[in-house]
């Protein structure tokens, strides 16, 4: 199973950005899929996360900004984000836990390979 997040960039303040996350491979089900952030100097923080009933959760610094999605039937995250800030600049990574096929393990937890956001004028 892979995960392929994609949509970072450079961003002016206020602007929005989308971010994807795709997963590919022996996949039954993705239970859940959340997005985390890593600004320089800081640790890796939740941003978002949507299970598979499309129950959401957010960081408070994101709440009325950002918005999580999925697509249940391409395996694919989504985060929406609005009224960007200087300090949502950081590289964001997203996160699946994933019901594999052939596997008797519940589920397994996979990384994508982070897609930078950049908020600067």
């Known amino acids: 199973v892979q995960l392929q997040a994609s949509g970072g960039g450079l961003v002016q303040p206020g602007g929005s950005l989308r971010l994807s996350c795709a997963a590919s491979?022996?996949?039954?089900?993705?239970?859940?899929m959340g997005w985390y952030r890593q600004a320089p100097g800081k640790q890796r923080e939740l941003v978002a996360g949507?299970?598979?009933?499309?129950?959401?959760t957010y960081a408070d610094s994101v709440k009325g900004r950002f918005t999580i999605s999925r697509d249940n039937a391409k395996n694919t995250g989504y985060l929406q984000m609005n009224s960007l800030k200087p300090e949502d600049t950081a590289v964001y990574y997203c996160?699946?836990?994933?019901?594999?096929?052939?596997?008797?393990?519940?589920?397994?937890?996979?990384w994508g390979q982070g897609t930078l956001v950049t908020v600067s004028s």
């Open positions: 949507i299970n598979s009933g499309g129950t959401k």
């Open positions: 491979g022996r996949i039954l089900r993705v239970n859940y």
């Open positions: 996160n699946a836990r994933v019901v594999v096929a052939g596997s008797s393990a519940p589920w397994y937890e996979y």
